[in-house]
């Protein structure tokens, strides 16, 4: 598949402080499903931040094939935005319905009959037509994350940037929702790049598993995941891709390299 997201000799650093990541670079293909997994306090976040344009890079770059402006700049012609960044709380503004908290992110980007429009049909492909007209308040969290999932798909994005979305979730919420975005991907075509702490979660999503670790962080761990979608949490053979993967970081833990 051709690369999407160049990231290309990123370093990200706070003040004087050393670098969080130095050098970093990857490459995110079309379509693709990648998963971040790292130690909290690596630099998963920061990293995403960036690659939305969210912060600045103390140097090197991010860019996004055929787009020659900032990542995350609105396209008015075809109604869409290259990139949407889902966060782990669903910052929802709460005096807004939820038709209107997804609304609110196509604003200046399409005119209104085409947001609302836009907007029911994303609300749709979550499960959740019929809660166009509640408040967030009258909303599970799984809802609410699936409310922000549909404000990020609702900008067409050919990648979407996910931060431990479900790790505020209980486990029975977290797997409809591990289903959603697995669809979500196969229909809508856009790649995903996640972080989670969570290795089966990684394990059942993803088609490349990225380890993060060290001081600045890099990839140390390109952890490709080879059995096929849908994947079975109760076949042996994830069972067994779970194990690999859980033993790949403890090596790398008492090798010192620091996850
Ligand atoms: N706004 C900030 N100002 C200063 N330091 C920060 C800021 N955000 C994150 N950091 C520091 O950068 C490092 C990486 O943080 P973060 O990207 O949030 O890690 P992760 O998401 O992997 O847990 C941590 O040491 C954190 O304290
Ligand atoms: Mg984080």
Redesign the pocket.
Known sequence: MATLVDIRNLT?A??S?PP?LADFSVTLAERSLTCIV????????????VIAGL?PPRSGAVVMAGADGPVAAADAVHGCRPLALVFQQPRLLPWRRVIDNVMFGLEGVLGHDDRLRRAQSVLTQVGLADHAGRWPHQLSRGQCQRVNLARALAVRPRVMLL??PFSALDTVTRQGLQADVLRLWRETGTAVLL?TQDIEEAVLLAERVLV?GGRP?RVIRNFPVTLPYPRQRESHRFATQVKTLRDTLAELVADGEGI
């Open positions: 990200i706070y003040g402080a969080v790292g130690r909290s306090g690596v630099g998963k976040t920061s990293l995403l931040r912060a931060d431990e972080v993060l962080a």
